[in-house]
Structure formats: structure tokens, C-alpha cells
């Protein structure tokens, strides 16, 4: 078996131009300038604003008091963080985008399966990012929702286009601007400041009591919304030198999403409990109000720039996504210039579909969404299962970009895992007024599908994947590594 090591580019441009030259191609080593300790700023940003404390108002609104909601979301988001942080190990080592690592399980051309579900994620998640900025926005201040939704994906866009660099840095200025706003904001609650003057507890919330529908359900939510970063993680660690410690790196990433994921859940169940908050942007508006006069604007001003922030990362994830499923069906040269057109593609669409939503349209799409996190928990349980459990980081890295490698045009393996862990959850699916499985009814209403089909996925794939010759492997991961070294010294002796 030969493989066409030009598939690879290795080459690119510098790092130091302003648009990022990479896409799905390979990163070298000597462009691998990235450092783990932003890591840890860059994913704490990614669950620092206010659609992360909207998480926090589910228990509430289920009669659930506020600290065992705050405990609840903790400890999924917890649960979920471990699956991010894990799929960010992925980055350093193999220099790929998230999805196209996935094609040793799926199949250079069966990954297409995965990547669906990922793209109406990522591309869903901006839509109603951009509705509940402009009709937060719009609520606060009298802003036309549309032309907020317009200036946020124009933005977002932009972000995408220049690409890694740029996002790293704006995520770190962001995370400077809104840490010291939700202290101030956090401590004021805390210490009774941030409370109606007329009430400091909304009638619903002085007689919530503990129960374990609600408990599980706020658990479900805080994990699904974390794990639901997964196909991102590697995207934005690929930078990093290969030699980078693993542990290091998941415990940056995963001390990151976790500690602001928990910190904004509970900051969401005392807007819900404390001031009735049903608008997560509202609700954190009052609260500055109420700290201080003028105050409030800054919190908005603080979510805002995270969220659109956020909105980048999604368009940027989206547009890899894009580029990974036109690549596996016809072979594209991932160009700068393609990924931008790419990109102004992908926000248009999000931006049709945002400005076309009457409020119950959106109420549906976030029900969608919940659909959607479904079909990525098989993905994520045959990923990381293939990568720590079977070949153990070992591939053969120019065989992700030809169906002639050693990895084929579909991966059996992969692809029947994935189905068999999808219709395991089908029983115990919730999503919204979309559907709710016959067990799911039974046990109360209690959402478990992701965790089912993180179990039966996993399981299923480890079991196939005995059948695997990984010794066969070996040669063929030996000559992709002589080749990559090979094309990055002729790359380096050019220069």
C-alpha cells in the first residue's frame, strides 16, 4: 500500500501572517508555538457568559432550590469536562483538527456520518447565540435584535476567518475584561448586595424542596453541555508541541471548562431563585443594577464580548467541519482562501436561519439542539476509546488523508458502534417537545440517553476493534513519521 505523502502540506506559511495558513491540513513542528498555560484561560472563556447561566436556571424552574441546583450543575459539568479534556490531549500529538483524527475509526469517507451531527451543532448553537443576544440586548436597551444578530455574526465571522492566533488572543483579553466584572458581581451576591431591594427570595423559591427528577435532570444538562465541546477541543491544542505532557494539558483544559462551567451555573440558579430570573442576560443586568448604578452594563458588556467570542469559535470549529466532509466525498487543497469563503458560507446560513426565527421557531431549535447532542456522545465514546484504549495515540498520520490508507474508505468498526450506541438511547432520549422515550416517561422523566450511549458506543467499538491487526499497523505509522520529517526538513532547508 502506497500512500501520496503530498497529501500532506506541511509547509504552510508563518504563523506571524495575519490569516491563519492552516485548516485541515497537518500542522509542522516548527510552527507548534502554542503554550498549555493558555489553555486554560481559553477554555475557562468558553463557558464564562450568560447562555452557560441560563444552564443554571433548569433546576430552579423544575422547584429545585438553589444549591442543590448549583450541586447538580457542578457535578455534570464536572462529569462532562473529563471527556473535553481528554479529546485536548489529542491535539499535540497527532497536529489535526478534532473530526479529521476521526476518520481512523469512521473511514476517510464514513466520518461524514460524525460530521453531520457536529455541523448542525456547531451551526445551531450560533443561531440561538445570536437570537438570545439580540433579543437580550434588544429587551435591555431597545436594540433591533436583527441588526445585533448581524454585527455579532459579522464579528464571529472575522474571528474564524483570521483563525487560531486571533482567537486565543481575543478569548485571553476577553478573559481579562469579565473575570474581575463577575467577581465583583459574584461577592455582591454573596454578601445580600445584588438583591431585589424588596425581596431576597422570589415566592416559588422559598418552597422548592430536594428531588431526584430534578437533581438528575440539572446533573444531564451541566454534563451534556460540557461533553458537547468535545469535537472542538483538538482544534484549538493542535498548535502545541508534540512533546507537550498530556497530564498537563488535560488538567489546564479541564480546570478551565470545569471551574467557569460550575461558577456560572451557580451564579444562574441564584438569579433564578433569588430574582426570579427567566432571561439569563436580563437577570444579570438587574443584578449589576442592583450592586451598583451603571453597573449592569458593564456585566452585559462583559457577557457580550464572551459570548460573541464564543460564536468565533463555533464558526471556526463549523468551518473545519465543512472543509473535513467536502474533503472526504471529493479531495479539496485547504487553502487560506478556502477556508475563508468557507466561512462567510457557513455565517450567512447561521444568519439566514437567526433572522428567519419567530420566538417559538427558537424554543424549537433549542430543543433541536438537544437532538443534536445526542448524536455527538457516540462519536465521542468511539474516539476516545480508539485513541486511549486501543491504538494508544499511534497512527499513521498521512493515511488520514487518502480512502487508500490503511485506515479505508469506511470503517465498519467505527460506523456500527456508533449506530448501535445511537439507537441504545432512542428508549431514553429526552428532547424537549421533539421526543421523550418509553423509558425515559417510566423513570420520571430522567434524561440518561448520553450517558447509554457513551456506554453501549464505547463497549460496542473495544469489542470490534479486537478484530484490529495493530501490528500491521506499525510499518505504516513508521513510514508517515519519516515522511512528515522528511517534508518538514525540505520545508525548513527552503526557508
Known amino acids: 500500500m502506497t500512500v501520496n505523502t503530498q497529501a500532506i502540506d506541511v509547509s504552510g506559511t508563518s504563523r506571524h501572517t495575519t490569516i491563519e495558513a ?81 476518520r481512523a475509526q469512521f473511514g476517510y469517507r464514513g466520518v461524514v456520518l460524525a460530521l453531520i451531527g457536529t455541523l448542525l451543532v456547531f451551526v445551531g448553537f450560533n443561531v440561538v447565540n445570536a437570537a438570545l443576544l439580540g433579543s ?62 424588596d425581596a431576597l427570595i422570589t415566592p416559588a423559591a422559598s418552597t422548592a424542596t430536594f428531588g431526584w427528577v430534578a437533581f438528575l435532570t440539572q446533573f444531564a444538562a451541566g454534563a451534556s453541555y460540557n461533553i458537547s ?21 488535560i488538567t489546564a483544559i479541564a480546570g478551565g471548562a470545569s471551574f467557569s462551567g460550575i461558577w456560572m451555573i451557580a451564579l444562574g440558579a441564584w438569579l433564578a431563585t433569588r430574582l426570579g430570573g427567566t432571561d439569563a442576560l436580563v437577570a444579570l443586568y438587574q443584578a449589576g443594577t442592583n450592586v451598583l448604578p451603571g453597573f449592569g452594563y458593564l456585566v452585559v458588556i462583559a457577557s457580550v464580548i464572551s459570548l460573541v467570542s464564543v460564536m468565533g469559535l463555533n464558526a471556526y470549529s463549523g468551518v473545519l467541519t465543512v472543509l473535513t466532509g467536502v474533503d472526504s466525498i471529493r479531495k479539496i487543497h485547504p487553502t487560506p482562501r478556502t477556508r ?75 460506523i456500527s458502534a456508533y449506530l448501535i450506541g445511537f439507537v441504545a438511547m432512542i428508549p431514553f432520549i429526552i428532547a424537549g417537545d421533539f421526543y421523550q422515550g418509553p423509558i425515559a416517561k417510566a423513570i420520571g422523566g430522567i434524561d440518561i440517553g448520553w450517558l447509554i450511549g457513551l456506554i453501549v458506543s464505547g463497549s460496542a467499538y473495544y469489542l ?32
Open 340 to 414: 475563508m469563503i468557507t466561512t462567510v458560507v457557513v455565517a450567512a446560513a447561521w444568519l439566514a436561519f437567526t433572522l428567519a426565527l419567530s420566538g417559538e421557531a427558537l424554543h424549537l431549535l433549542e430543543g433541536f439542539l438537544a437532538i443534536m447532542l445526542y448524536f455527538l456522545v457516540p462519536w465521542t465514546a468511539v474516539n476516545l476509546v480508539d485513541y486511549f484504549f486501543v491504538r494508544r495515540g499511534h497512527y499513521a498520520i498521512t493515511h488520514f488523508f487518502t480512502p487508500d490508507g490503511i485506515y479505508g474508505a469506511w470503517g465498519w468498526r467505527g
Open 22 to 102: 492552516h485548516s485541515i491540513d497537518y500542522i509542522p513542528e516548527g510552527e507548534r508555538t502554542s503554550k498549555v498555560r493558555d489553555q486554560g484561560p481559553f477554555w475557562f472563556l468558553g463557558n464564562f457568559h450568560f447562555f452557560t447561566v441560563s444552564i443554571g436556571f433548569i433546576g430552579p424552574a423544575m422547584g429545585l432550590p438553589a444549591g442543590w441546583s448549583a450541586l447538580a450543575g457542578g457535578l455534570g459539568i464536572l462529569f462532562g469536562t473529563l471527556f473535553m479534556a481528554f479529546h485536548g490531549s489529542q491535539g499535540p500529538q497527532l497536529g489535526l483538527p478534532q473530526m479529521i483524527q476521526s
Open 136 to 197: 437580550g440586548l434588544q429587551s435591555l436597551f431597545g436594540w433591533k435584535s436583527s441588526v445585533v444578530a448581524i454585527v455579532a455574526t459579522v464579528i464571529a465571522a472575522v474571528l474564524a476567518i483570521y483563525g487560531h492566533d486571533l482567537l486565543h488572543k481575543v478569548f485571553k483579553y476577553s478573559f481579562m475584561i469579565s473575570v474581575p466584572v463577575y467577581v465583583v458581581l459574584t461577592l455582591a451576591a454573596l454578601l445580600g448586595f445584588a438583591n431585589n431591594s
Open 229 to 249: 465541546y468535545a469535537p472542538y477541543v483538538s482544534d484549538y491544542s493542535r498548535y502545541l508541541p508534540r512533546k507537550t505532557r498530556s497530564s498537563a494539558l
Open 464 to 495: 470490534f476493534a479486537r478484530s484490529l491487526d495493530l501490528k500491521a499497523e506499525q510499518p505504516f505509522i513508521a513510514q508517515s513519521e519519516k515522511d512528515l520529517n522528511r517534508s518538514q526538513n525540505r520545508t525548513q532547508n527552503r526557508s
